[in-house]
């Protein structure tokens, strides 16, 4: 068969369901070999549109999504994606497309070292020289970018390469599974639990695994262990809970910091110091037991005196056993801490000011939103409040980058949401800034006849470096810009837009438009000011009295 017939076999016999791309004359081998094969071709408006729906595919799955890029231009716009899941530790597969490498004519026309280019980025960047090699390089990049910790993998395709034949066979995936923490190990942990006078619970992003998600819930059921999370961790357990304690959205500083400091060892589950830092390890301070699928990556921030490496879920399980009945530790300063997070969590949570602040905006939001509802944020300012306000009860319900905390991503990774769960509500929560930057995939939504909401928090400016730069003292310059008419610009793209115009009316619109189905896109002016009334001068002044 052609190359490029045996890359589509590859891919199919990997269970691939799409390929995300914009194609380039380098693709077209391969775009013919897709068109007569089972997968799905799912043409996007921007490189970066097709490697963030990929890659949520392969956060939300566990299996390696598949993006499509042409040479040179088409190539680089894939760096931002293939850093989000290098970062966020998401499944992806880029494939891109090179002029001949045997003969060419067009001298260096297009030609980047996209390879080369790709290597820090990619757990392995690889050029197919021969067609026979395609079954195994498919094989091995999938495995690499699936096994923990996942990440991004690139095989770029020559179009002479794509085009010659070939008599190889596939090579079928097989099961693996992750080797179990020791019970040396798992002894020491469970002997140094038991003997906390408060020990605490921190689930991070690794711990964002369906099996792992299962056996956690487990664990902290059958041993009451009191818990906090970071962003990326959020909805491993249902915070809806006494023990739950708070999502660590700032390194320092916040409510949930007051359970930190008064706990004398901490169970990390699932952190890596990857994402921003949910506190600040200290010399001499509480004792830290790392449980991960690999050893801890030690920072000045992190650097835990045990470490419990293995499949996740196997060692929480066993730790459990272990743990049977004996934590017997002090919970009543972390009760009352609770309740008292979330008195300060409601504050302004009904506030009737407008534009709306966002406190009010997280909780109109959570009370649109089912159990298993989907929230997809954008990175900007808001993204602090959602993991601060918003309560998550089911794993893959609130889509954070903590990690490479790009902006751009937000709509492309609600689409994706979308496809994968057409009967559950989808938001898209954007700032205009972030927005605006690939705001062009409405059209791709609308084609693909999604049901999704879009929700534009704006503000006119860069809002997030905006406080930043205030936080600093300097003056305000350099961050604000003019936006579109948000109705008219969601109109000509075939979608619904609509515009709030006091805060009592937010709830309403959004049930409309998630009972009117398709796409809509809702224009809310936000008012920010509480960014430093809260996050700084409220927290300043913040006394760990309890």
Same mark, same amino acid.
């Given at each position: 068969?052609?190359?490029?017939?045996?890359?589509?076999?590859?891919?199919?016999?990997?269970?691939?369901?799409?390929?995300?791309?914009?194609?380039?004359?380098?693709?077209?081998?391969?775009?013919?070999?897709?068109?007569?094969?089972?997968?799905?071709?799912?043409?996007?408006?921007?490189?970066?549109?097709?490697?963030?729906?990929?890659?949520?595919?392969?956060? !939300?799955?566990? %299996?390696? &999504?598949? /993006?499509?890029?042409?040479?040179?231009?088409?190539?680089?716009?894939?760096?931002?994606?293939?850093?989000?899941?290098?970062? &966020?530790?998401?499944?992806?597969?880029?494939?891109?497309?090179?002029?001949?490498?045997?003969?060419?004519?067009?001298?260096?026309?297009?030609?980047?070292?996209?390879?080369?280019?790709?290597?820090?980025?990619?757990?392995?960047?690889?050029?197919?020289?021969?067609?026979?090699?395609?079954?195994?390089?498919?094989?091995?990049?999938?495995?690499?970018?699936?096994?923990?910790?996942?990440?991004?993998?690139?095989?770029?395709?020559?179009?002479?390469?794509?085009?010659?034949?070939?008599?190889?066979?596939?090579?079928?995936?097989?099961?693996?599974?992750?080797?179990?923490?020791?019970?040396?190990?798992?002894?020491?942990?469970?002997?140094?639990?038991?003997?906390?006078?408060?020990?605490? !619970?921190?689930?991070?992003? &690794?711990?964002?695994?369906?099996?792992?998600?299962?056996?956690?819930?487990?664990?902290?059921?059958?041993?009451?262990?009191?818990?906090?999370?970071?962003?990326?961790? %959020?909805?491993?357990?249902?915070?809806?809970?006494?023990?739950?304690? &708070?999502?660590?959205?700032?390194?320092?500083?916040?409510?949930?910091? /007051?359970?930190?400091?008064?706990?004398?060892?901490?169970?990390?589950?699932?952190?890596?110091?990857?994402? %921003?830092?949910?506190?600040?390890?200290?010399?001499?301070?509480?004792?830290?037991?790392?449980?991960?699928?690999?050893?801890?990556?030690?920072? +000045?921030?992190?650097?835990? +005196?045990?470490?419990?490496?293995?499949?996740?879920?196997?060692?929480?399980?066993?730790?459990?056993?272990?743990?049977?009945?004996?934590? +017997? /530790?002090?919970?009543?300063?972390?009760?009352?801490?609770?309740?008292?997070?979330?008195?300060?969590?409601?504050?302004?949570?009904?506030?009737?000011?407008?534009?709306?602040?966002?406190?009010?905006?997280?909780?109109?939001?959570?009370?649109?939103?089912?159990?298993?509802?989907?929230?997809?944020?954008?990175?900007?300012?808001?993204?602090?409040?959602?993991?601060?306000?918003?309560?998550?009860?089911?794993?893959?319900?609130?889509?954070?980058?903590?990690?490479?905390?790009?902006?751009?991503?937000?709509?492309?990774?609600?689409?994706?949401?979308?496809?994968?769960?057409?009967?559950?509500?989808? !938001?898209?929560?954007?700032?205009?800034?972030?927005?605006?930057?690939?705001?062009?995939?409405?059209?791709?939504?609308?084609?693909?006849?999604?049901?999704?909401?879009?929700?534009?928090?704006?503000?006119?400016?860069?809002?997030?470096?905006?406080?930043?730069?205030?936080?600093?003292?300097?003056?305000?310059?350099?961050?604000?810009?003019?936006?579109?008419?948000?109705?008219?610009?969601? +109109?000509?793209?075939?979608?619904?837009?609509?515009?709030?115009?006091?805060?009592?009316?937010?709830?309403?619109?959004?049930?409309?438009?998630?009972?009117?189905?398709?796409?809509?896109?809702?224009?809310?002016?936000?008012?920010?000011?509480?960014?430093?009334?809260?996050?700084?001068?409220?927290?300043?002044? %913040?006394? /760990?009295?309890?």
């Amino acid at each position: 068969m052609k190359a490029s017939d045996l890359m589509v076999a590859a891919l199919e016999a990997e269970g691939v369901e799409y390929v995300f791309a914009v194609p380039g004359e380098e693709n077209l081998d391969l775009l013919e070999s897709l068109r007569t094969s089972a997968i799905t071709l799912v043409l996007a408006r921007h490189e970066q549109g097709a490697g963030f729906m990929a890659t949520t595919y392969g956060r !939300l799955t566990g %299996k390696a &999504g598949v /993006c499509l890029a042409t040479l040179g231009p088409g190539a680089t716009n894939l760096t931002t994606p293939a850093a989000y899941a290098a970062l &966020g530790a998401f499944p992806l597969v880029i494939i891109t497309g090179q002029k001949p490498i045997k003969t060419s004519k067009q001298a260096q026309f297009q030609i980047v070292d996209v390879v080369s280019l790709f290597t820090p980025l990619c757990k392995a960047s690889t050029q197919i020289v021969n067609g026979n090699r395609i079954p195994s390089l498919v094989r091995e990049g999938f495995r690499l970018a699936q096994e923990e910790r996942p990440g991004a993998v690139l095989l770029e395709l020559p179009e002479d390469i794509a085009e010659e034949e070939t008599i190889e066979p596939v090579i079928p995936p097989h099961d693996r599974r992750y080797a179990v923490a020791g019970d040396a190990a798992l002894d020491e942990a469970a002997e140094r639990i038991i003997a906390a006078e408060r020990p605490l !619970l921190l689930i991070g992003a &690794g711990a964002n695994r369906r099996r792992a998600s299962k056996a956690l819930r487990k664990f902290v059921s059958d041993t009451g262990f009191p818990f906090f999370d970071t962003q990326m961790g %959020k909805g491993v357990v249902d915070e809806d809970s006494e023990l739950y304690l &708070g999502t660590a959205a700032l390194s320092s500083g916040d409510y949930v910091h /007051c359970a930190i400091e008064k706990a004398d060892l901490i169970v990390n589950i699932g952190h890596d110091v990857v994402e %921003k830092p949910p506190f600040f390890m200290e010399p001499g301070g509480q004792t830290v037991i790392h449980i991960n699928y690999k050893a801890a990556e030690v920072d +000045q921030v992190y650097f835990p +005196q045990l470490e419990v490496i293995g499949d996740i879920a196997g060692s929480v399980e066993r730790l459990g056993n272990r743990l049977d009945g004996k934590l +017997q /530790c002090d919970r009543s300063y972390y009760t009352a801490l609770h309740h008292e997070i979330a008195s300060h969590i409601s504050e302004t949570s009904d506030d009737e000011r407008f534009p709306m602040v966002p406190q009010r905006v997280v909780a109109d939001v959570r009370s649109v939103m089912a159990r298993d509802d989907i929230v997809a944020l954008d990175n900007g300012i808001y993204k602090i409040w959602f993991a601060r306000n918003y309560i998550a009860h089911e794993p893959g319900t609130i889509l954070l980058d903590n990690a490479l905390a790009t902006m751009g991503a937000g709509l492309p990774s609600a689409m994706m949401a979308a496809m994968l769960a057409p009967g559950r509500r989808v !938001l898209a929560v954007c700032g205009d800034g972030g927005f605006m930057m690939n705001s062009q995939e409405l059209e791709t939504a609308v084609r693909l006849g999604l049901n999704l909401v879009v929700l534009v928090l704006n503000d006119a400016a860069y809002g997030m470096i905006r406080w930043k730069q205030d936080q600093l003292g300097f003056p305000d310059y350099g961050l604000t810009f003019s936006n579109p008419d948000f109705v008219t610009y969601a +109109q000509s793209y075939g979608a619904t837009g609509h515009r709030v115009e006091r805060s009592a009316d937010l709830v309403s619109v959004l049930n409309a438009a998630f009972e009117a189905g398709g796409v809509h896109l809702v224009d809310l002016p936000v008012d920010y000011s509480e960014n430093k009334k809260v996050l700084i001068d409220d927290l300043g002044a %913040k006394v /760990c009295e309890l």
